[in-house]
C-alpha cells in the first residue's frame, strides 16, 4: 500500500513514516523540504500518485487566526483536489481536541474548518483528534508566563507523547477510514497548571505556576473540559515522568 505522509519530516510525521516503513508499506515523506508544497500545490500530483492513503499532519506556522485560517483552507483545497484526481481511498487527519468547543480560539477555528472540508469531500477519512503533545509543555509554560511567574487556567489537560500519537496515526492509516472521529490522549488527566508545574520542577525550572481562571490557552478561554475528551478516548502509554526522564537521559 503506498502512504503520503504530508508533513512526513515533522515531529509526528517522521515517526510515522518510519512506523509504516517499518510495517512494510510503501511511505512518501512529503513536505516542502522534499520537494512537495500543498500551499503552491508544487509537486503534489506527482507525489500522490498511486497513493492509497494520505496522512494529513501539515501545521500552520503561525497560530495568527488568520494566518491559521488562510493556511489550513488552501492546503485543504489542494490537497483533496489532488487526492480526488488521484484516487486516493483515505484521507486520515491529525486534529485537536475541543476543536468545536473553543470558537474564540483562532487556531481551533481554523482546525474545526479543515475537518469539516474534509468530511465533506467524498473521501473516505478517519479524524484523530488528539490533546496537546507533551513536546509543547516547554511552549505552554512560556505563553504563561508574566513578570517571573506562570500564569495558567485550572481547566483539565491530558498530554499524550508524540511517539504514542504517531503509533495511532500509523495504525489508523493502514486500517479502513472510519468516516469519523476517533480522540486520543495521553494516560494521565489533572489540571493545566497541576501538569505545567509538574513539569517543570522535574526538568529544575524553578518558575512558579499558579492557577488563574483567566488565562487564555493561545488566545482561547479555557472551561472545565474544553482541553480534554468528553468521552473515553484511546490514550497512550507514555507517562509524563517517564516521557521527561527518556528526554534528561539524550
Known sequence: MKIVVIGGTGLV????????????????AAAPDTGVNTVTGEGLAEALDAADVIVDLANSRSFEPSA???????HEKNLLAAEENAGVRHHVVVSIVGTDRSPDNGYFRAKAVQEERIKASGIPYTVI??????????????????????YLSPGLFQPIAAD??????????????????????????????????????????????????????????????????????????????????SKLMK
Open 164 to 245: 504514542d500519537v504517531a503509533s495511532i496515526v500509523g495504525e489508523v492509516a493502514a486500517s479502513a477510514p472510519r468516516n469519523g472521529t476517533i480522540e486520543i490522549a495521553g494516560p494521565e488527566r489533572a489540571p493545566l497548571h497541576e501538569i505545567i508545574g509538574r513539569y517543570l520542577g522535574m526538568i529544575g525550572d524553578k518558575r512558579p505556576v499558579y492557577s488563574d481562571h483567566q488565562a487564555r490557552y493561545f488566545g482561547g478561554r479555557v472551561e472545565e473540559f474544553s482541553l480534554v475528551p468528553i468521552g473515553v478516548p484511546r490514550t497512550g502509554q507514555v507517562r509524563l515522568a517517564d516521557w521527561v526522564k
Open 129 to 150: 483528534r488528539s490533546t496537546q503533545f507533551m513536546e509543547f509543555l516547554g511552549a505552554i509554560a512560556d505563553a504563561g508566563q508574566r513578570d517571573g511567574a506562570i
Open 13 to 28: 510525521g517522521s515517526k510515522v513514516v518510519a512506523l509504516l516503513r517499518k510495517a512494510g508499506h510503501e511511505v512518501l
Open 68 to 74: 491559521a485560517m488562510e493556511f489550513f483552507t488552501t
